[in-house]
């Protein structure tokens, strides 16, 4: 069973930075899918960024050169920099891995349990 940890939430100021990361453990193949999603109350959930095992990235168009995804293959681990963040930042922050194989009875793939991170003075 794969398991998703995220650490790196928190508050911080508009203007700020932070840096999320995502462990994953369990049985993980490649090719696979590594991103973020975030769920601000009252909104639905949306693409963040996403990285392939090949590092192949992809953004939601209004982040881009504001948020950077990367990823460690070797520790199956990826993180997300968020920079120069907004308040409209401010939502849950959900990791997310796809398996490649396993596409086919889990589309959704796993999802870590969320960290919360609120941009506010």
């Known amino acids: 069973q794969v398991q998703l940890v995220e650490s790196g939430g928190g508050l911080v100021q508009p203007g700020g930075s932070l840096r999320l990361s995502c462990a994953a453990s369990?049985?993980?193949?490649?090719?696979?899918?590594m991103g973020w999603y975030r769920q601000a109350p009252g909104k639905q959930r949306e693409l963040v960024a996403s990285?392939?095992?090949?590092?192949?990235?992809n953004y939601k168009d209004s982040l881009k050169g504001r948020f950077t995804i990367s990823r460690d293959n070797a520790n199956n681990t990826n993180y997300l920099q968020m920079n120069s963040l907004k308040p409209e930042d401010t939502a849950v922050y959900y990791c997310?891995?796809?398996?490649?194989?396993?596409?086919?009875?889990?589309?959704?793939?796993?999802w870590g349990q969320g960290t919360q991170v609120t941009v506010s003075s």
């Open positions: 997310n891995l796809k398996i490649g194989r396993e596409s086919w009875y889990r589309p959704e793939g796993y």
């Open positions: 369990g049985s993980i193949f490649s090719p696979n899918v």
């Open positions: 990285i392939t095992s090949g590092g192949t990235t």
